[in-house]
């Protein structure tokens, strides 16, 4: 089994920046992809980034030039980094493994953005 803690969230302003951080344990060579999904109040959960085992990675349009996701191996890590940061980035940030068979999600981390 694979278990996901994340951390970073935060209260920022709009234009500022946040380091999202998921830390893996457990059985994690049967990762095949991590990624960073988002859930605003009243609507639907939305993958923001993901990035595969072999590092390739895909973003949602309206983060774009703003996030980058990346992974630290040697830690069993992936990061998100948030800049430039806009009101409607606020939402409770959940990291998500994808063994194949199943999905895994962390706890949820909330971000919350002034204007």
């Known amino acids: 089994q694979v278990q996901l803690v994340e951390s970073g969230g935060g209260l920022v302003q709009a234009g500022g920046s946040l380091r999202l951080s998921c830390a893996a344990s457990?059985?994690?060579?049967?990762?095949?992809?991590m990624g960073w999904y988002r859930q605003a109040p009243g609507k639907r959960r939305e993958l923001v980034a993901a990035i595969t085992s072999g590092g390739s990675t895909n973003y949602a349009d309206s983060v774009k030039g703003r996030f980058t996701i990346s992974r630290d191996n040697a830690k069993n890590t992936v990061y998100l980094r948030m800049n430039s940061l806009k009101p409607e980035d606020t939402a409770v940030y959940y990291c998500?493994?994808?063994?194949?068979?199943?999905?895994?999600w962390g706890q949820g981390t909330l971000v919350t953005v002034s204007s």
């Open positions: 457990g059985s994690i060579f049967s990762i095949n992809a």
């Open positions: 998500n493994a994808d063994t194949g068979s199943s999905e895994v």
